[in-house]
Each structure stands twice: as structure tokens, then as C-alpha cells.
């Protein structure tokens, strides 16, 4: 499969949110989803787990973090790949550190869900389980 793989928190609303907006905006067919519970990951990915951020993994097999997996993502995105070129203006260490102040407080400010799940929005072709 050569497809960007998005690994998300499925208790957070934010990354909810995120992952519809890219699957709202995935034109191309780029992207599958799973979260961290999915036996996908736990039988492709054992060292993948729940942390204070999303998981990217390019086709190349290439695991990415934090900004970086955002900035990847919008790169993907052609409607947003201006955004991805702002960003390069900031340093990983200034990006990482507004993204380690959100994931901290996501749950507080954003919300939780009461179990873990996928977007009513996400065709069932674009999850893996």
C-alpha cells in the first residue's frame, strides 16, 4: 500500500477534527486512518502507542511526529501546501513546542469521547482496523 497512514488519538476531538478535515480535503486518495488501538497498528507497528501525538506514516514506511506529521500531511493536501511552506519558516523546535502546549491540553479545551473511534465522516474504505 502506498498511502500516508495518519495514527490518531480516537478519544480526542481535536484529532477528530483534523482527520476530517483531511479526509474532507484528500481528493487524491492519499490517506488511510487508524488509531492507536487498531489491530492494525498493534500487528504492523507493537512500538506505535497512545502519546501526546499523531503518528504519521509516509509510503516509504518513514514514521513522523508531531509538527513534522502535520507539515506532511498539509504538503499532501495541494489546497493546503501554502500553509506547509509558512510553516517552514519556523524552526521544529518552536513548531514542536506550540504542538506539545496543544497536546498537553487537548482534552481540557477540545474535549474526550467516552471510547475510542473514527469520524462519522471517514468512508470505511480509508480505515484501517
Known amino acids: 500500500m502506498k498511502k500516508t497512514i495518519i495514527v490518531f488519538d480516537g478519544y480526542c476531538i481535536l484529532c477528530s477534527n483534523f482527520v476530517s478535515f483531511i479526509t474532507k480535503l484528500d481528493k487524491d486518495d492519499e490517506f488511510r486512518f487508524t488509531t492507536f488501538e487498531s489491530e492494525f497498528i498493534s500487528n504492523n507497528y507493537p512500538k506505535i502507542s497512545l502519546l501526546d501525538t499523531v ?19 498539509l504538503k499532501k493536501i495541494k489546497k493546503l501546501y501554502i500553509i506547509s511552506v509558512l510553516f517552514k519558516i519556523f524552526p521544529f523546535i518552536f513548531l514542536d513546542f506550540l504542538y506539545d502546549l496543544v497536546a498537553r491540553y487537548r482534552y481540557k479545551f477540545f474535549g474526550k469521547k467516552l471510547k475510542c473511534s473514527y469520524p462519522n465522516k471517514i468512508l470505511k474504505s480509508k480505515i484501517l482496523s
Open 55 to 73: 503518528f504519521v506514516i509516509d509510503p516509504s514506511k518513514n514514521i513522523l511526529t508531531k509538527s513534522k506529521a502535520v507539515i506532511f500531511c
